[in-house]
């Protein structure tokens, strides 16, 4: 069983940068893929930024250039930066397994705002 617990959103100006971090207990292992995810208002849950298993980064095209996921043993960070009105959305971290089990956070509230 893995709990994983996000941080750090809030409201930022257009322009704006934020960190999210994800912390994962009891640890991420290697074999691990973890991502993050976004699901704003009336609109499907979608793929921000991954890393594979196998280490591979892997992001949206409409983050690509601005976000940059990392991980360690026991987090997940997603930095944002250059954030726009669209950005806006909760945002969930996400750990898949190498036995395919699938453990998602609670969610942390982004919004982009003047």
């Known amino acids: 069983q893995v709990t994983l617990v996000e941080s750090g959103g809030g409201l930022v100006q257009p322009g704006g940068s934020l960190t999210l971090s994800c912390a994962a207990s009891p640890r991420i292992y290697s074999s691990d893929a973890v991502n993050w995810y976004r699901q704003a208002p009336e609109k499907q849950r979608e793929l921000v930024a991954g890393?594979?298993?196998?280490?591979w980064k892997k992001y949206a095209d409409s983050v690509k250039g601005r976000f940059t996921i990392s991980r360690s043993s026991t987090t997940v960070t997603l930095q944002m930066s250059n954030l726009n009105v669209e950005d806006t959305a909760v945002y969930y971290c996400?750990?898949?397994?190498?036995?395919?089990?699938?453990?998602w956070g609670q969610g942390t509230q982004v919004t982009v705002s003047s």
């Open positions: 996400n750990l898949r397994t190498a036995r395919d089990q699938n453990y």
């Open positions: 890393i594979t298993n196998g280490g």
